[in-house]
């Protein structure tokens, strides 16, 4: 079954009610033992980047979480904070990230392209999706409408690893798909139909 | 390219849906899960729901009914009303709300907004600026009001929202209180001298009653939030009630033309 990683942080009941609906088994795991069913991994997370990691880390599950992930190849999607974690870092707080997709955290206030516009990055952008990667396998438009809510952003160190982008004063790695290991930083637990394609690809990839 | 937010607003009153005019006679338009259900359907940018009970009775925010419009809202939702602590705000981001809005707390307590930047980051802090017009023979511009514009603040909307966005606020919305419920059109002068102000989004709210004065706006503010209550609940001059949103079609076109000119 998938299991959604409850650290404390991001929004774990719309993932429940949207995979209810897609009559797909998920269920949130508290505990490092509750992860050993999992088939598939949500890893969600909102707020600062630190506070997540930290959570993360006091959560007990960690090293769980790694093993599946890096020794068992469990696939694995984090989303927002929790597509950030995938990184080595980030410019918004001091902690390590997991570092499973080599790539850095990036605040868009930093860019000489994004400064000046509204921040956060907030509403319906569209997805410029690179390649067919396993998330958007099989997706019904060309040009998907996703929900964001973010300030900072992930930086992918290699070009092959960024499955779709999406535009802010400039092209950000919006999506990231190294192997079985995805980052997305919109919210397709909010983003209606194109969400529930991408979490449903994700189920049956 | 990021796109205009178009909101319906819906206002909880004595547990029903209502919709007020000029911020007062709240008429039954239904029940609060069967709107988020249609607008669901109808795959709605975002809803923002206000609870205009909690504050004036000094009661806590409904959890109940808030964990069962999460559940049910496939949407980002922005909650709103009876908000006085950020341990209040981080128990309604638990139950799968996006974001979290405050406005009486936030005058009463100026320390509120900071507080809920923390404990559940800025993104998901909404501050809510009730404004209206100055009354009075000779008086000019505008005053931030709370309690269903019951009190009257000497505050500037212009340099209260400054203030609210460096306490901490990730969105303002912007809610005329003479325009509420009039269907006549935004204030788009009060939204342009606020968001001017700002460097966070903004969204205005109040006049709404066709899909010109969502443009109207667009055309002059660009990318911003557009919300509406009666826009959205009602159809025709009678004021029937029916519940509708464009099409994702419609709403393309009218963001992406209002945009270009």
Same mark, same amino acid.
Not at chain 2, 4 to 24: A, D, E, M, N, S
């Given at each position: 079954?998938?299991?959604?990683?409850?650290?404390?942080?991001?929004?774990?009941?719309?993932?429940?009610?949207?995979?209810?609906?897609?009559?797909?088994?998920?269920?949130?795991?508290?505990?490092?033992?509750a992860l050993a069913d999992a088939t598939r991994l949500i890893l969600p997370g909102v707020g600062h980047f630190d506070h997540a990691m930290q959570r993360l880390n006091d959560s007990g599950m960690r090293e769980r979480l790694e093993a599946?992930?890096?020794?068992?190849?469990?696939?694995?999607?984090?989303?927002?904070?929790?597509?950030?974690?995938?990184?080595?870092?980030?410019?918004?707080?001091?902690?390590?990230?997991?570092?499973?997709?080599?790539?850095?955290?990036?605040?868009?206030?930093?860019?000489?392209?994004?400064?000046?516009?509204?921040?956060?990055?907030?509403?319906?952008?569209?997805?410029?999706?690179?390649?067919?990667?396993?998330?958007?396998?099989?997706?019904?438009?060309?040009?998907?409408?996703?929900?964001?809510?973010?300030?900072?952003?992930?930086?992918?160190?290699?070009?092959?690893?960024?499955?779709?982008?999406?535009?802010?004063?400039?092209?950000?790695?919006?999506?990231?798909?190294?192997?079985?290991?995805?980052?997305?930083?919109?919210?397709?637990?909010?983003?209606?139909?194109?969400?529930?394609?991408?979490?449903?690809?994700?189920?049956?990839? | 390219?990021?796109?205009?937010?178009?909101?319906?607003?819906?206002?909880?009153?004595?547990?029903?849906?209502?919709?007020?005019?000029?911020?007062?006679?709240?008429?039954?338009?239904?029940?609060?899960?069967?709107?988020?259900?249609?607008?669901?359907?109808?795959?709605?940018?975002?809803?923002?729901?206000?609870?205009?009970?909690?504050?004036?009775?000094?009661?806590?925010?409904?959890?109940?009914?808030?964990?069962?419009?999460?559940?049910?809202?496939?949407?980002?939702?922005?909650?709103?009303?009876?908000?006085?602590?950020?341990?209040?705000?981080?128990?309604?981001?638990?139950?799968?709300?996006?974001?979290?809005?405050?406005?009486?707390?936030?005058?009463?307590?100026?320390?509120?907004?900071?507080?809920?930047?923390?404990?559940?980051?800025?993104?998901?802090?909404?501050?809510?600026?009730?404004?209206?017009?100055?009354?009075?023979?000779?008086?000019?511009?505008?005053?931030?009001?709370?309690?269903?514009?019951?009190?009257?603040?000497?505050?500037?909307?212009?340099?209260?929202?400054?203030? *609210?966005?460096? +306490? &901490? #606020?990730? =969105?303002?919305?912007?809610?005329?209180?003479? @325009?509420? %419920?009039?269907?006549?059109?935004?204030?788009?002068?009060?939204?342009?001298?606020?968001?001017?102000?700002?460097?966070?989004?903004?969204?205005? *709210?109040?006049? +709404? &009653? #066709?899909? =010109?004065?969502?443009?109207?706006?667009?055309? @002059?503010? %660009?990318?911003?939030?557009?919300?509406?209550?009666?826009?959205?609940?009602?159809?025709?001059?009678?004021?029937?009630?029916?519940?509708?949103?464009?099409?994702? +079609?419609?709403?393309?076109?009218?963001?992406?033309?209002?945009?270009?000119?």
């Amino acid at each position: 079954m998938i299991r959604i990683v409850d650290y404390g942080v991001g929004n774990i009941q719309a993932f429940l009610t949207l995979f209810k609906r897609l009559g797909v088994d998920a269920q949130r795991a508290t505990c490092a033992e509750a992860l050993a069913d999992a088939t598939r991994l949500i890893l969600p997370g909102v707020g600062h980047f630190d506070h997540a990691m930290q959570r993360l880390n006091d959560s007990g599950m960690r090293e769980r979480l790694e093993a599946l992930v890096l020794e068992d190849k469990v696939p694995v999607v984090g989303v927002c904070v929790g597509m950030q974690m995938l990184a080595s870092g980030s410019e918004e707080g001091q902690l390590p990230g997991l570092n499973w997709i080599p790539g850095h955290v990036r605040a868009f206030a930093n860019h000489p392209q994004a400064k000046a516009l509204p921040m956060p990055h907030m509403g319906w952008n569209t997805l410029n999706v690179r390649e067919r990667s396993t998330l958007f396998a099989h997706a019904a438009e060309e040009a998907p409408q996703f929900y964001f809510l973010h300030s900072y952003y992930f930086d992918a160190q290699h070009q092959e690893d960024v499955a779709a982008t999406a535009h802010y004063g400039f092209d950000f790695d919006a999506v990231v798909s190294r192997g079985h290991i995805h980052g997305v930083q919109c919210h397709p637990e909010k983003s209606h139909h194109w969400g529930a394609q991408l979490l449903k690809n994700f189920a049956e990839c | 390219m990021l796109r205009p937010r178009i909101i319906p607003c819906l206002l909880i009153h004595q547990g029903g849906l209502v919709k007020t005019q000029l911020f007062k006679d709240p008429k039954y338009v239904g029940d609060p899960i069967n709107a988020v259900k249609i607008f669901n359907e109808k795959e709605a940018d975002e809803l923002m729901v206000l609870d205009i009970d909690a504050t004036v009775r000094g009661v806590e925010p409904n959890f109940d009914l808030i964990a069962k419009l999460a559940a049910e809202c496939r949407m980002p939702l922005c909650y709103g009303g009876g908000v006085t602590t950020a341990a209040q705000a981080a128990r309604i981001i638990a139950l799968g709300v996006e974001k979290v809005a405050v406005s009486a707390a936030a005058i009463t307590h100026p320390a509120l907004i900071t507080e809920m930047a923390r404990a559940v980051g800025s993104q998901s802090v909404v501050a809510v600026m009730d404004v209206r017009k100055k009354s009075g023979l000779f008086s000019k511009g505008y005053q931030v009001c709370t309690h269903n514009a019951q009190k009257v603040h000497k505050l500037d909307p212009v340099e209260f929202s400054r203030q *609210l966005q460096d +306490a &901490g #606020a990730g =969105e303002i919305v912007i809610n005329s209180v003479d @325009r509420d %419920g009039t269907m006549q059109g935004y204030d788009i002068e009060l939204a342009a001298s606020v968001k001017a102000a700002v460097t966070v989004p903004v969204t205005v *709210l109040g006049g +709404a &009653g #066709a899909q =010109e004065h969502l443009e109207d706006l667009i055309k @002059r503010l %660009g990318v911003v939030g557009a919300a509406a209550g009666s826009l959205f609940v009602f159809k025709g001059k009678y004021r029937a009630v029916l519940i509708n949103y464009p099409t994702p +079609a419609q709403k393309t076109q009218l963001c992406y033309s209002a945009l270009q000119n």
